[in-house]
């Protein structure tokens, strides 16, 4: 769409003397229901539509985005951009390039089985009131107080062309899906539960999930958690981790880390640098042989899902940390072009108004050969943690920490009583050290992943197998 | 711009009414904005945005309908209406529907900085006077964005309501590097303020570089002087549990609490304040076109405000304070009202402590309980006996809200206008001393 104009732009911008255009025509459509206790707030509808023009001129490297899509519009945006560029002069120490692909000209689109306009808003919204219908009766002794939830259904279009020869046309669409439940209970407090669920495609996606039996036993799950958790021992145990929590350990501690604008320092006053430094690519070791961490746009029906990245380049796998040695960092054309190699298709913007930017799509640990039952046979004392609401990690994504929501002790090679707020805090490298065993089940998990400024979100997912750590000692979070 | 912005969010008022619909409210904003980002002291790239957008609130039969869609004209009003449709006969009535209130805003005057117009294509030679401001203090490198904003916002209603405001913003920050070190600054306000600015130059060199040999500490509790980054930080979390919404949603700490309940020491109060004029969220209608006002979330420690727009007042039985936000109220700006203790008083407080001047990526175990953990980045320095004794490498908060506001025992004298990466609402804070802080590190 609006070809005309976008190399229009291309045009205007070469024949001001710039030595690199892309432009990228970029639409969300979208609605969304918000229902409250089994009760309707509101609905949406969310449009956005624009242009973003990325320029090289003088050395400099500048972005600019305009909602008005006529030639002089997009005139107007690459003036304002080359105008920045050139007050940039003092700051431009060394020459901002992009590195030499092949780059794509393609149309793709995610076909759906099941179009959202398809389906009646009312049987959307029957949908997500009903799951009120009974979820506060799985409950035995404690009250559901609060439950939130939110649907979004999206249809992403973009047209992308470089001066370098890109061409790339794409529809992609999407569907979110989150909930917040607050149990609660007279003398043991309470309890809250996030859910995500996200995809590509249609509203079969949506389907697939049959919240209402999700919901039900995640509130069935973490009821005794609330009622009878127990505080974790005290001493080192062996751990085993969820695959929810493993794809977020993995999200965090090999998908960013290996981000290559952020081991240059690009994202150093934002969302920080890394423990990676450029010597250790290729080189360095930071697990063991069970520490693969693979990060793929391209699988079907996943929330990250792309087949050309936002400069045009074709997707493909990359094998971020392979048998525990640092692999292969995330790379977009310039972070490619600073460290002398090419790009692997990781350039993504949030929206027509966010410049392309090193992210992640879908990243995973290699799974293993074990069942669930393998994993915990021979713990003779140990915890399970399932599931999780409180996270962090240090800037440079070395020091890190998961508290578990839905939390298990393992005695004697099986499951035993709940564990109330186990709080794992280990740093990347005695995580990846630490992985004894790997379950053979690869689950994924959608999340909105943030980064840069202004700060742009873009659907991932995460995801693993459930995990058997070696021995650590286990905290608590503060009541 | 004041005319066109205006006239279309009036025209859409017009057009909903005429379709039929109970309320309409028409928010119309023109952005123009520009940001260079710098890091290892280079340009990394300068960005420009220019964008119209509509924001339309349509209700029929207690049923609501929110719309969001950039606009260039009058027939970008006529193509959202046609796409909304039959789309709304298919919602279902809003529990919590509130007819629109009568409109009281009075839209505050004064909020443009000229300097900042001027500027908004030279942000590159603003920035450069803070990096060379940090290295001036002696860094050895630095990384940071500035940004500058034009906003015309205006906002139509069924109720009558036709109001305009126009203003400017700067926001900038940078995170300076000595050595193994870094120290963070920022400003956020309407004015565009040169000494402010390279003040965060200086003061984020001065945290990279105020003493350099590492020291260890066990993980436990500590009395801590948290900077206005970290109180900026933390305390948006306590600002936005206020949001009546919060609370209804089960995302709020004051679930378990009712008004006049002791929530923080009675040192302290939470101010939201859209009328302090020189920070970014100041305005004088809300988004339901209800006059803005300044009012305690905690007043000498205790519960005073939830903030609430017509809908959330209506389920809890109580009056608009004048923060919609259409579905939820939000606080505009952030003050905490400064006591009594310079800043060199606070360390010299502390027998067996920390000094932390930055942290991120705040997140909740338990909204209703409040409990949370940060991580500390930047400068965080070992304080014994008065003395900062060395700088220690990332820790972690890992506490809960109600502890650590019922802890603060002295706030600084000097109160800082603060919005950066991680403090999203403009906040106005001193530091704030806090004993028995727990703190953790990794085990393993």
């Known amino acids: ?479 | 711009m004041k005319e066109f912005v205006l006239e279309l969010a009036k025209q859409s008022v017009e057009r909903g009414v005429g379709l039929g619909f109970d309320d309409v409210v028409a928010k119309v904003v023109s952005n123009e904005k520009s940001m260079v980002k710098v890091a290892n002291s280079q340009l990394t790239v300068a960005q420009s945005w220019r964008a119209v957008n509509l924001e339309l609130y349509l209700t029929k039969d207690r049923k609501i309908v929110l719309v969001e869609a950039p606009v260039k004209g009058k027939e970008d009003v006529e193509r959202v209406y046609s796409r909304i449709g039959d789309y709304i006969k298919s919602v279902s009535e809003s529990e919590m529907y509130a007819p629109l209130p009568e409109p009281s805003g009075r839209p505050l005057e004064g909020l443009v900085d000229p300097k900042i117009i001027d500027s908004m294509y030279r942000s590159p030679e603003l920035i450069a006077e803070v990096v060379s401001a940090a290295h001036g203090e002696g860094a050895e490198k630095a990384a940071g964005t500035l940004t500058l904003d034009v906003e015309r916002k205006a906002l139509a209603t069924s109720t009558g309501a036709e109001f305009y405001e126009e203003g400017t913003s700067i926001e900038v920050y940078l995170r300076a590097f000595y050595k193994d070190s870094t120290g963070h600054w920022a400003y956020g306000s309407r004015i565009l303020d040169m000494g402010a600015l390279k003040e965060v130059g200086r003061r984020a060199a001065y945290y990279a570089r105020l003493v350099t040999n590492v020291v260890d500490v066990p993980p436990r509790r500590y009395d801590v002087v948290l900077s206005p980054l970290v109180v900026g930080n933390l305390i948006e979390l306590v600002a936005s549990a206020a949001s009546a919404f919060a609370v209804l949603a089960g995302f709020s700490m004051f679930m378990k609490f009712e008004r006049g309940d002791v929530v923080a020491s009675e040192r302290f109060s939470l101010i939201d304040d859209p009328l302090q004029k020189s920070l970014p969220g100041s305005t004088g209608f809300d988004d339901e076109g209800v006059a803005t006002s300044t009012k305690p979330i905690i007043k000498e420690g205790r519960f005073e405000n939830l903030l609430h727009n017509s809908k959330t007042a209506a389920v809890m039985k109580t009056e608009s304070t004048g923060n919609a936000g259409l579905i939820m109220p939000h606080p505009w700006n952030v003050v905490i009202p400064a006591g009594d203790f310079s800043e060199e008083e606070m360390i010299r407080d502390i027998k067996d402590g920390l000094l932390i001047n930055n942290n991120w990526y705040t997140r909740l175990q338990n909204y209703v309980e409040g409990i949370f953990s940060t991580v500390t980045r930047d400068a965080v320095y070992r304080v014994s006996n008065g003395e900062v004794v060395g700088v220690v490498r990332r820790l972690r908060i890992a506490d809960t809200l109600t502890n650590l506001l019922k802890n603060v025992v002295g706030l600084s004298k000097s109160v800082y206008d603060i919005r950066w990466w991680e403090v999203g609402t403009p906040s106005k804070v001193p530091y704030v001393l806090v004993r028995n802080v727990n703190i953790t590190k990794p085990t393993v």
Request: charged letters at 25%; glycine letters at 10%.
């Open chain 1, 1 to 479: 769409m609006y070809e005309d104009v976008l190399y229009y732009a291309v045009d205007y911008g070469l024949s001001q003397g710039a030595v690199y255009v892309e432009a990228r025509y970029h639409r969300h459509e979208g609605s969304e229901v918000v229902v409250r206790n089994g009760a309707v707030v509101g609905a949406g509808m969310m449009s956005k539509e624009g242009i973003g023009v990325r320029v090289v001129y003088g050395g400099a490297l500048v972005f600019s985005s305009t909602t008005d899509l006529t030639r002089e519009g997009v005139r107007k945006a690459v003036d304002k951009a080359l105008s920045l560029a050139r007050s940039s002069k003092p700051l431009v120490k060394w020459v901002h390039t992009l590195s030499e692909e092949r780059v794509g000209r393609s149309k793709y689109e995610v076909l759906v089985k099941e179009d959202f306009e398809d389906v009646h808003l009312e049987d959307k919204v029957k949908v997500l009131v009903g799951v009120w219908d009974e979820l506060p009766k799985v409950l035995r002794e404690a009250k559901l107080t609060s439950l939130f939830e939110e649907y979004i259904e999206v249809v992403e279009e973009k047209t992308l062309v470089s001066s370098d020869g890109a061409h790339v046309e794409s529809k992609t669409p999407r569907v979110f899906y989150w909930a917040n439940m607050v149990l609660a209970h007279p003398q043991r407090g309470t309890l809250q539960r996030f859910i995500e669920l996200g995809g590509s495609g249609g509203y079969e996606v949506f389907r697939s999930w049959r919240i209402r039996d999700y919901l039900e036993e995640e509130a069935r799950n973490i009821e005794p958690v609330l009622l009878k958790g127990v505080e974790p021992p005290r001493e080192p145990v062996d751990v085993v981790v969820g695959s929810e929590v493993v794809g977020l350990i993995v999200h965090e501690s090999a998908g960013h880390p290996m981000e290559a604008d952020r081991i240059w320092g690009r994202e150093a006053a934002q969302a920080g640098e890394s423990y990676v430094k450029p010597e250790m690519i290729g080189r360095g070791r930071i697990g063991n042989q069970n520490a693969t961490v693979i990060d793929d746009p391209t699988i079907p029906g996943s929330y990250g899902f792309y087949l050309y990245d936002d400069e045009g380049v074709p997707a493909r796998p990359r094998y971020i940390y392979y048998k525990g040695i640092i692999n292969e960092p995330l790379h977009n054309r310039w972070s490619a072009a600073v460290f002398g190699t090419n790009s692997n298709a990781a350039a993504r913007a949030m929206d027509f108004a966010s410049e392309p930017l090193v992210r992640m799509a879908n990243t995973y640990l290699e799974p293993g050969d074990r069942t669930f039952e393998e994993l915990i046979e021979d713990v003779e004392l140990g915890i399970y943690v399932k599931s999780y609401m409180e996270w962090n990690i240090d800037d440079i994504r070395w020091g890190q920490r998961y508290v578990g929501l839905e939390s298990y002790m393992i005695r004697r090679g099986e499951l035993a009583e709940p564990v109330l707020y186990p709080a794992l805090e280990f740093t990347t490298k005695s995580f990846y050290s630490s992985i004894a065993a790997k379950g053979k089940e690869l689950r994924f998990y959608a999340a909105t992943c943030g980064k840069g400024e202004p700060a742009q979100g873009v659907p991932v997912w995460a995801g693993g197998p459930d995990v058997r750590l070696s021995r650590m000692l286990v905290g608590v979070a503060p009541k």
